[in-house]
């Protein structure tokens, strides 16, 4: 009994100073990962001022700093497995039944960070959201808000958080990936009597005057676009479209916008109308109204009915 109680007590302090050496071990794994992590920052820091570039080391050293520190204390602690590919078996299938949706949010993860649907900066929609992404995550990302209550794809102040499943479930509009310009129309409907071809050519030199500066750029970016995606943009330029509709003519005027500056846009190019339409005397914006027409004094003279003669009137 004696022999059996001490070799039980040595098995016991044997199994307590593994355990021990492994937390030890364990701890100073971190503690070097955390010191690594912070020099590297202030490397950074006194290289860049750049606040983007600064997120992005962050980010990604944060992440590849836990893997591999993942890494180095599981094969700590799972001595009894022959490598690494086991282990993380063993423990994928284990996460894959236990943990689901997280499982599936790092896939999603991975899928952000190797196929770049988006990165941190972009104006997205996703779902029935939108807005700009401000950061991205092992498990989510966040946007803040824009559209929803306020119109013209406004800020709405609200910080949304995203499952990165999303991704894999839903498609992804992206406003600023490779190009930075969305097209925009604007309607305007005249009256019938209203000298339309001359609204037109007005509405036409006003969208130009507007429009100058982003043609070119956006020429530059459709270049660039191509070498990734079949884009087959021919004509950049702004047009005006006329269209014949109940209450009278409309012109829709269709041009490209910068994704975050439409409704600015939209109202420079709305004031411009407002002064040079109004100051025409033969244009008249039409609206829905009633209205009685007489067709004697109104219409084409051809068309309107003529007087009965002088012997059908004597007849």
Do not use: C
């Not at 004696?2 to 071990?25: C, F, H, M, R, T």
């Not at 992005?56 to 490598?83: D, E, P, V």
């Not at 950049?236 to 006329?242: A, D, E, F, G, N």
């Amino acid at each position: 009994m004696n022999e059996e109680a001490s070799q039980s007590i040595k098995e016991v302090l044997s199994n307590i100073y593994l355990d021990y050496g492994n937390l030890i071990e364990s701890v100073i794994i971190v503690l070097v990962l955390i010191a690594i992590r912070f020099i590297v920052i202030r490397i950074v820091r006194r290289q860049t001022e750049d606040d983007s570039v600064r997120y992005k080391w962050r980010k990604n050293l944060t992440y590849f700093l836990s893997f591999l520190g993942f890494l180095l204390i599981g094969r700590i602690w799972f001595q009894g497995m022959a490598s690494v590919a086991t282990f993380l078996g063993l423990l994928s299938a284990g996460l894959a039944i236990a943990l689901r949706d997280p499982v599936t949010d790092m896939a999603g993860w991975l899928f952000l960070i190797w196929r770049k649907p988006f990165v941190v900066g972009d104006r997205i929609e996703i779902g029935d959201r939108k807005g700009d992404v401000i950061d991205i995550r092992f498990f989510k990302f966040t946007i803040l808000e824009i559209g929803n209550w306020t119109k013209s794809d406004q800020s709405t102040g609200r910080v949304i958080h995203i499952p990165n499943h999303h991704v894999l479930q839903n498609s992804i509009a992206n406003y600023t990936s490779d190009f930075n310009f969305i097209w925009n129309e604007i309607e305007i409907v005249v009256t019938f009597e209203s000298n339309w071809r001359k609204a037109k050519e007005l509405l036409t030199d006003i969208v130009n005057s507007h429009s100058e500066d982003y043609v070119a750029d956006a020429e530059q970016q459709i270049r660039r676009a191509k070498k990734s995606y079949l884009i087959q943009y021919k004509n950049l330029t702004p047009i005006v479209y006329t269209e014949v509709v109940e209450v009278g003519v409309k012109l829709t005027i269709r041009h490209l916008s910068h994704a975050r500056r439409r409704r600015g846009l939209n109202q420079l190019i709305w004031e411009d109308i407002l002064d040079k339409l109004l100051a025409e005397p033969d244009i008249d914006f039409a609206y829905n109204t009633l209205r009685i027409y007489q067709n004697q004094i109104e219409g084409k003279p051809d068309l309107q009915p003529k007087p009965p003669s002088t012997s059908e009137s004597a007849g």
